[in-house]
């Protein structure tokens, strides 16, 4: 079993992983800011709570104490990105370098799994074929610029990493639609489910071989429509025609991915589309029982 650190522990992604990696056996360090509720952590067997700043070296020596690997996520995502890139840069970079340079000098040589994010390759629309990780970089907002330079610390750090370029998440549960959704109506897209996101990470902790690589996270090919087919069966489930919501004036982020790596290493696109669509469905049953 490994000693594992989580940045950003208290955050969306680092609460279900925390829940996940401790349900296995792990012995978990949670870090996230001071402000932060941690309360779900009291449901774990084994997670400490660290309250800090990963851009400051003094809150990172007890967390990165005899830690064998690091799950990067703690980050500043969008619309807050946006507002103010020197803040997101010292966040998502500056933040990135202070906790690895302090993994470095601690001594353990932990490894580093990062959460970066698809929006590096910018707008795709143009493109016929599938998005491959090797593919050009090409950020067109704060949030992705940021992400860009962090996988380049990533690399340069000197530990063993391995880098997610993580699609957009769906999730299950009777909510408003976004306003707009993050994407054209003919765009291509695919989204993946957190539950599947979490067991790639999962899988990870004993994935050597992954090491040194980029991999793309995202749902496989029964995730693969264009924006309007999901947004329409999306409005079909929840009672709201696909008329009366709005869909972006420029294209997303979001394309069709090349994810036969990742699936072949990680082994994690278990929840189908139709999958979600019926837990879409149960979720709205159970919301209006
Ligand atoms: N949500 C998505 O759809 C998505 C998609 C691709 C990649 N990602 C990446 O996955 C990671 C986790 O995303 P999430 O959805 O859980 O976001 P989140 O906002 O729920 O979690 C991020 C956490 O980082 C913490 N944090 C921010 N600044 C910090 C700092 N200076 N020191 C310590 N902790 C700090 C926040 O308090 C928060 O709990 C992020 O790196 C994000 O860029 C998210």
Redesign the pocket.
């Known amino acids: 079993m490994a000693d594992i650190l989580i940045?950003?522990?208290?955050?969306?992604?680092?609460r279900t992983l925390a829940t996940a990696l401790d349900a296995q056996g792990h012995a978990l360090r949670l870090?996230?800011?001071p402000a932060?509720d941690f309360g779900f952590a009291d449901q774990l067997q084994n997670g400490r709570v660290f309250r800090?700043?990963?851009?400051d070296p003094a809150a990172l020596a007890a967390p990165l104490d005899g830690v064998d690997l690091i799950f990067?996520?703690?980050?500043?995502?969008p619309p807050a990105s946006e507002a103010d890139r020197d803040r997101t840069f010292r966040?998502n970079v500056d933040?990135t370098r202070t906790l690895l340079q302090a993994a470095q000098a601690s001594g353990a040589a932990p490894g580093v799994v990062f959460?970066?994010?698809?929006?590096v390759y910018g707008d795709t629309s143009g493109r016929a074929e599938r998005i491959t990780p090797g593919d050009p970089v090409n950020p067109n907002d704060i949030?992705a610029a940021s992400?860009v330079e962090a996988e380049r610390v990533l690399a340069e750090s000197g530990l063993p990493w391995v880098n997610l370029r993580?699609?957009?998440?769906a999730i299950p549960e009777f909510l408003d639609p976004p306003e707009p959704w993050p994407f054209q109506p003919d765009q291509r897209i695919e989204l993946v489910v957190l539950d599947d996101l979490v067991r790639a990470m999962v899988a990870l902790v004993d994935k050597k071989q992954a090491f040194g690589k980029t991999l793309i996270i995202a749902g496989g090919p029964t995730w693969q429509i264009t924006g309007r087919e999901y947004v329409t069966r999306w409005g079909e489930i929840m009672e709201i025609p696909e008329d009366e919501m709005s869909y972006l004036d420029r294209p997303g982020w979001l394309n069709w991915y090349d994810t036969d790596e990742s699936e072949a290493q990680l082994g994690y696109q278990r929840t189908t589309l139709d999958d979600f669509w019926g837990q879409l469905k149960q979720a709205v049953n159970e919301a209006l029982a």
Do not use: E, R, V, W
Request: glycine residues 18%; contains cysteine; hydrophobic residues 50%.
């Open positions: 940045t950003g522990g208290a955050g969306n992604f680092g870090l996230d800011l932060c800090g700043d990963i851009m990067h996520l703690a980050a500043i995502l966040i933040g959460a970066s994010s698809i929006s949030y992400k993580i699609s957009a998440i």
